[in-house]
């Protein structure tokens, strides 16, 4: 299964209402076939815009997020679900990326620019592309394209 991440805005409500929606949907996962790894809860904060649910608007909104591994087959049946959920106002869901593993460099970044690695094969390659140069001895004394 891929991960992805499921960011959820409840409404504002007191907390055993928001312990009750936030079970249901974890157990819209769950009924799919989906594994919830993580569910973390970033707190009540004001929206950076008004935001109309369900017709009315809101402006304060509880944001949780989901780590989650679901089928791609199940995503379109766990969103419909929560868009006729009347306690969630905004919901989303992205693929997880895995950030690349790369090696730090920097003591190589620290030496003087003659003697890294990378400069010095720009160095190579400019040797390489020199351009021609005129040859005196082709039997004329002057460069014939010279202006």
Do not use: W
């Not at 991440?5 to 312990?19: A, G, H, Q, Y």
């Not at 989901?66 to 306690?87: A, H």
Request: a positive charge; aromatic letters at 10%; proline letters at 8%.
């Amino acid at each position: 299964m891929i991960p992805y991440e499921l960011i959820v805005l409840f409404r504002v409500m007191p907390k055993p209402e928001l312990t009750t929606a936030i079970k249901r949907t974890a157990n819209a996962i769950f009924d799919r076939g989906g594994l919830i790894r993580k569910l973390e809860n970033l707190g009540t904060r004001e929206t950076p815009y008004k935001i109309s649910s369900n017709g009315m608007p809101h402006r304060q909104a509880s944001y949780f997020l989901y780590e989650c591994n679901i089928p791609p087959s199940k995503i379109g049946d766990i969103i419909n679900e929560y868009s006729r959920d009347v306690d969630i106002i905004k919901k989303d869901i992205y693929k997880k990326t895995i950030p690349e593993q790369f090696e730090c460099t920097l003591h190589e970044e620290m030496q003087p620019p003659p003697y890294r690695k990378d400069v010095q094969e720009i160095m190579a390659l400019a040797r390489r592309k020199e351009k021609r140069k005129f040859k005196a001895n082709t039997g004329m004394d002057y460069y014939p394209f010279q202006k």
